[in-house]
């Protein structure tokens, strides 16, 4: 079995290339034949990916969690299963281009440096882990998809505020709806990060004897789960609405990525499996 996770593992990028292009291709036309051929393209890149994940969960016998170029290749498959998912919710087009290039830089880097282990931490052989990771992968994947809506919506905004009628304006939907996906996305993020906390708090002090509640990461994801969950009550009771509501949402990404730099490389956490 190994040969074909090997072989899938090299594949893989050239499938979110294709995706890419073809994203990238109707952004500059804008063609609905070039916008169905991107779904069924993205689609078989997703159900590809996620085959290469069970593949290769069961040829190693743990879940791909073990060293950061696993974690990358999870990461890529869960913001594009996140943006499909948003993107067969909301039919909008326009946008993928943007995201999609995340997942490829995700994959193309994972493919290049994986390392095949066999010998592992048992604990890294659960199954509840994997999904915990999983889920948490699947949050970021959210929150950091509604930033890229943010950062879309901010230069959509400063081009019509400079009046300038280009490309970017042809083509992105507008200020309204870009201001709805990333609260959409926020959304989606905020509850999946919300399961992955409580399998956590529930499982985890079970598998590490030196768990604690004030571990450094568990501090960190609880702060970005705040901040996110204090903007959407504030969007939904209507005190926030606009631009305000995107600027959060980004802000709310940098502290996510400000977190996982000082959890991982700074600071130390059970949370360090490799």
Same mark, same amino acid.
């Given at each position: 079995?190994?040969? /074909? /996770?090997?072989?899938i593992? #090299? ?6 290339? !294709? ?18 051929? +991107? ?27 073990? +060293? ?10 869960? #913001? ?6 948003l ?12 995201? #999609? ?14 390392v095949?282990?066999?010998? =592992?931490?048992? =604990?890294?052989?659960? +199954?509840?882990?994997?999904i ?8 970021? !994947? ?10 879309? &919506?901010?230069?959509? &905004? ?6 300038? &009628?280009?490309l ?5 939907p ?12 926020? *959304? ?12 956590? *708090?529930?499982?985890?002090?079970? !598998? ?8 450094s990461?568990?501090? !960190?994801?609880? #702060? ?8 959407? =009550? ?10 305000? /509501? ?11 990525i ?17």
């Open positions: 079995m190994q040969p /074909v /996770v090997d072989a593992n #090299i594949i893989l990028p050239l499938f979110y290339l !294709a995706a890419f292009a073809a994203f990238f291709f109707n952004f500059l036309k804008d063609s609905r034949r070039a916008y169905n051929l +991107n779904r069924l393209l993205l689609f078989l890149t997703l159900m590809l990916h996620t085959t290469y994940v069970i593949l290769r969960t069961v040829a190693f016998n743990h879940p791909p969690i073990t +060293n950061v170029f696993e974690i990358f290749t999870l990461l890529a498959l869960a #913001i594009t299963m996140a943006y499909f998912i993107e067969l919710a909301t039919d909008i087009k326009g946008t993928g281009l943007f995201i #999609i290039s995340l997942s490829l830089i995700f994959q193309l880097i994972s493919s290049i440096f994986i095949d282990l066999m010998e =592992v931490k048992e =604990v890294l052989r659960s +199954n509840l882990l994997g915990h990771v999983f889920s948490a992968l699947m949050g970021y !994947a959210g929150i950091t998809i509604s930033a890229v809506y943010g950062f879309l &919506y901010l230069l959509l &905004y400063d081009d019509i505020k400079h009046n300038k &009628y280009g970017i304006f042809q083509r992105l507008n200020l309204e709806i870009l201001e709805k996906l990333s609260f959409y996305a926020a *959304i989606f993020g905020f509850i999946l990060l919300t399961s992955a906390m409580g399998i956590g *708090i529930i499982w985890l002090p079970k !598998a590490f004897p030196d768990f604690s509640l004030l571990d990461k568990l501090i !960190a994801t609880a #702060i970005v789960w705040i901040l996110y969950g204090a903007g959407i =009550v504030s969007k939904i009771s209507g005190k926030w609405q606009g631009k305000k /509501v995107v600027v959060l949402s980004i802000i709310g990404f940098l502290a996510a400000a977190s996982t730099i000082i959890t991982n490389f700074i600071s130390r956490s059970f949370h360090s499996f490799y």
